[in-house]
């Protein structure tokens, strides 16, 4: 697994919902990181990594990465997915919604061939 440099967090340390470490390295677009889109949109990869993205991301999105700590520290809501199976993925329709999460199909051969 995959981690950043350790560095400081606003929440407290007794509050960590994921079994991962906080360090432990994630994804996300600059739309969420910069611009303060919410996270409407989660996958937790078949090879066990995290991406929170601000729903469908376009060829004009740049990929961030992050750690999951921040991921937490920008949307607390997220931690309700800590649990969330590897190969699983979860959406909602605004921040103030429910997640639905389910299954989704590997993309391994994708643009491949």
């Known amino acids: 697994m995959n981690t950043v440099e350790e560095h400081p967090h606003s929440?407290?340390?007794g509050a960590w919902p994921f079994?991962?470490?906080?360090?432990?390295?994630?994804?996300?677009?600059a739309r969420v990181l910069s611009?303060?889109?919410?996270?409407?949109?989660v996958f937790h990869d078949?090879?066990?990594?995290?991406?929170?993205?601000?729903?469908?991301?376009?060829?004009?999105?740049?990929?961030?990465?992050?750690?999951?700590?921040?991921?937490?520290?920008?949307?607390?809501?997220?931690?309700i997915l800590a649990d969330m199976p590897s190969g699983w993925m979860a959406?909602?329709?605004a921040i103030d919604r429910p997640w639905q999460c389910e299954p989704y199909e590997d993309d391994v051969d994708e643009g491949e061939g």
Do not use: M
């Open 11 to 13: 929440f407290l340390p």
């Open 19 to 29: 079994k991962e470490p906080i360090n432990t390295l994630a994804y996300t677009s």
């Open 35 to 41: 611009e303060k889109y919410p996270v409407l949109l």
């Open 46 to 79: 078949h090879d066990g990594e995290w991406q929170f993205l601000h729903g469908e991301v376009g060829a004009d999105d740049e990929c961030k990465i992050i750690c999951l700590g921040c991921a937490y520290e920008l949307d607390d809501t997220v931690g």
């Open 91 to 93: 959406f909602r329709d």
